[in-house]
Protein backbone atom coordinates (compact mmCIF):
# COMPACT_ATOMS: atom_id res chain seq x y z
CA UNK A 1 0.00 0.00 0.00
CA UNK A 2 1.21 3.10 -0.85
CA UNK A 3 1.42 6.31 1.73
CA UNK A 4 -1.27 8.66 1.97
CA UNK A 5 1.59 11.37 1.67
CA UNK A 6 2.56 10.36 -1.46
CA UNK A 7 -1.09 10.31 -2.93
CA UNK A 8 -1.32 14.07 -1.46
CA UNK A 9 1.28 15.06 -3.18
CA UNK A 10 0.19 13.96 -6.68
CA UNK A 11 -3.54 15.30 -6.23
CA UNK A 12 -4.51 17.43 -9.03
CA UNK A 13 -7.99 18.22 -8.21
CA UNK A 14 -9.91 19.64 -5.61
CA UNK A 15 -14.05 19.04 -4.85
CA UNK A 16 -15.33 22.84 -5.29
CA UNK A 17 -18.57 23.40 -3.38
CA UNK A 18 -21.28 24.69 -5.99
CA UNK A 19 -24.17 27.33 -4.27
CA UNK A 20 -27.19 28.04 -5.42
CA UNK A 21 -26.90 31.67 -6.36
CA UNK A 22 -30.86 32.82 -5.32
CA UNK A 23 -34.29 30.63 -3.84
CA UNK A 24 -35.35 28.88 -6.89
CA UNK A 25 -38.98 29.07 -5.16
CA UNK A 26 -39.53 32.94 -4.21
CA UNK A 27 -35.36 34.44 -5.92
CA UNK A 28 -35.04 35.39 -2.17
CA UNK A 29 -31.51 35.45 -1.25
CA UNK A 30 -30.00 32.29 1.26
CA UNK A 31 -27.82 31.38 4.17
CA UNK A 32 -26.11 28.92 5.33
CA UNK A 33 -27.94 26.30 7.64
CA UNK A 34 -26.59 23.39 9.54
CA UNK A 35 -28.86 20.43 9.44
CA UNK A 36 -28.78 16.67 10.30
CA UNK A 37 -24.73 16.80 9.87
CA UNK A 38 -24.10 18.70 7.53
CA UNK A 39 -24.67 22.29 5.63
CA UNK A 40 -27.56 23.40 3.31
CA UNK A 41 -28.56 26.67 1.90
CA UNK A 42 -31.52 27.86 3.21
CA UNK A 43 -34.02 30.62 2.16
CA UNK A 44 -33.85 33.81 3.99
CA UNK A 45 -37.61 34.55 3.21
CA UNK A 46 -39.74 33.41 6.35
CA UNK A 47 -42.82 32.46 4.79
CA UNK A 48 -40.21 30.56 2.06
CA UNK A 49 -37.57 28.58 3.81
CA UNK A 50 -36.74 25.97 0.99
CA UNK A 51 -33.65 24.49 1.66
CA UNK A 52 -31.35 23.29 -1.11
CA UNK A 53 -28.79 20.37 -1.05
CA UNK A 54 -24.74 21.91 -1.51
CA UNK A 55 -23.06 20.10 -3.95
CA UNK A 56 -18.97 19.29 -4.51
CA UNK A 57 -17.74 18.99 -8.24
CA UNK A 58 -14.12 17.81 -9.13
CA UNK A 59 -12.16 20.61 -10.97
CA UNK A 60 -10.68 17.92 -12.79
CA UNK A 61 -13.21 15.72 -14.20
CA UNK A 62 -16.33 17.71 -13.23
CA UNK A 63 -18.29 14.73 -11.53
CA UNK A 64 -20.91 15.97 -9.04
CA UNK A 65 -20.97 14.77 -5.23
CA UNK A 66 -22.93 15.34 -1.92
CA UNK A 67 -21.41 17.65 0.10
CA UNK A 68 -20.28 15.16 2.29
CA UNK A 69 -17.63 13.50 -0.16
CA UNK A 70 -14.04 14.73 0.23
CA UNK A 71 -12.16 12.50 -3.03
CA UNK A 72 -13.46 12.22 -6.15
CA UNK A 73 -14.38 8.43 -7.12
CA UNK A 74 -12.91 8.57 -10.74
CA UNK A 75 -9.66 10.75 -10.23
CA UNK A 76 -8.43 9.47 -6.72
CA UNK A 77 -7.89 5.51 -7.39
CA UNK A 78 -6.20 6.94 -10.41
CA UNK A 79 -3.94 9.16 -7.91
CA UNK A 80 -3.10 6.10 -6.59
CA UNK A 81 -2.24 4.40 -8.87
CA UNK A 82 0.31 7.16 -10.40
CA UNK A 83 1.62 7.30 -6.83
CA UNK A 84 2.11 3.65 -6.32
CA UNK A 85 3.93 3.47 -9.93
CA UNK A 86 5.90 6.26 -9.46
CA UNK A 87 7.17 4.95 -5.29
CA UNK A 88 7.73 1.69 -6.48
CA UNK A 89 10.21 2.93 -9.30
CA UNK A 90 11.91 4.86 -6.94
CA UNK A 91 12.47 1.72 -4.86
CA UNK A 92 14.06 -0.06 -7.63
CA UNK A 93 16.01 2.21 -8.25
CA UNK A 94 17.66 2.43 -5.14
CA UNK A 95 17.51 -1.25 -4.87
CA UNK A 96 19.22 -1.09 -8.22
CA UNK A 97 22.30 0.99 -6.67
CA UNK A 98 22.14 -1.19 -3.62
CA UNK A 99 22.53 -4.25 -5.69
CA UNK A 100 25.16 -2.71 -7.81
CA UNK A 101 27.55 -2.42 -4.59
CA UNK A 102 26.87 -5.43 -3.17
CA UNK A 103 28.07 -6.78 -6.16
CA UNK A 104 31.21 -4.64 -6.54
CA UNK A 105 31.99 -6.02 -2.89
CA UNK A 106 31.77 -9.14 -4.21
CA UNK A 107 28.42 -10.53 -2.11
CA UNK A 108 26.74 -10.88 -5.01
CA UNK A 109 27.90 -13.36 -7.33
CA UNK A 110 27.48 -12.93 -11.44
CA UNK A 111 24.96 -14.97 -11.81
CA UNK A 112 22.46 -13.78 -8.95
CA UNK A 113 23.58 -10.09 -10.20
CA UNK A 114 22.41 -10.15 -13.47
CA UNK A 115 18.48 -11.54 -12.32
CA UNK A 116 18.33 -9.26 -9.70
CA UNK A 117 19.32 -6.16 -11.88
CA UNK A 118 17.04 -7.38 -15.10
CA UNK A 119 14.38 -7.75 -12.41
CA UNK A 120 15.16 -4.29 -10.85
CA UNK A 121 15.32 -2.78 -14.70
CA UNK A 122 11.73 -4.58 -15.47
CA UNK A 123 9.91 -2.76 -12.88
CA UNK A 124 10.77 0.54 -13.43
CA UNK A 125 10.62 0.32 -17.07
CA UNK A 126 6.81 -0.41 -16.55
CA UNK A 127 6.06 1.77 -13.23
CA UNK A 128 7.63 4.36 -15.56
CA UNK A 129 5.41 3.55 -18.82
CA UNK A 130 2.20 3.57 -15.96
CA UNK A 131 2.99 6.91 -14.67
CA UNK A 132 3.53 8.35 -18.27
CA UNK A 133 0.35 7.07 -19.23
CA UNK A 134 -1.48 8.36 -16.22
CA UNK A 135 0.29 12.18 -16.12
CA UNK A 136 -0.64 11.98 -19.95
CA UNK A 137 -3.86 11.10 -19.05
CA UNK A 138 -4.30 14.21 -16.68
CA UNK A 139 -2.83 17.10 -18.41
ZN1 LIG B 1 -37.45 31.27 -0.99
ZN1 LIG C 1 -12.47 13.87 -10.65
Not at 56 to 62: L, S
Request: charged content about 35%.
Amino acid sequence: MVELEQVALRKDYKLKCVFTEHCLNCQGKLWLLRINGTIKQQCMHTDCRCSFNIYRKCTHCDYVYPFEETDCKICEPEIRLLAQAEVTKEENEKGLKKLYKRYKNGDVGELEYRAAKSLHENEIISCQEQATTIRERRK
